[in-house]
């Protein structure tokens, strides 16, 4: 039996900000390997595939600098079973 599932919002948190970027990553590939492997694909195109993110505590200024405050706001997440990488947008606030 197949089972499809829907998450419109996730919250994760992470005990430091240097742990959420890649913490995420994380999580896309098990999804991605998980709907590849049942025939799904994932459309990570702008307002499709989005991540509301926010960087708290010492590192954050960083952390927004190096990943929000640039042209392309994301990170590259490597998808291990697929033969493409996927960008995944990120943003401060809930994209329309």
């Known amino acids: 039996m197949l089972t499809v599932i829907w998450a419109d919002d996730i919250a994760w ?3 430091t900000t240097t742990m959420l970027v890649p913490a995420i ?5 098990h999804i991605e390997q998980q709907f590849s492997a049942r025939g799904f694909s994932i459309n990570y195109e702008l307002n499709k595939t ?3 993110i926010s960087f708290q505590g010492p590192q954050a200024p960083d952390h927004r600098r190096k990943y929000l405050l640039v ?3 994301g990170v590259d997440c490597t ?3 697929a033969t493409f990488s996927a960008w995944l947008h990120l943003s401060t606030f ?3």
Do not use: G, I, S, Y
């Not at 990553?25 to 590939?29: D, E, I, M, P, T």
């Open 13 to 15: 948190a992470t005990e």
């Open 25 to 29: 990553v994380k999580l896309v590939q």
């Open 50 to 52: 989005n991540v509301v």
């Open 71 to 73: 042209d392309r706001p």
């Open 79 to 81: 998808l291990e079973q």
């Open 94 to 96: 809930p994209v329309a």
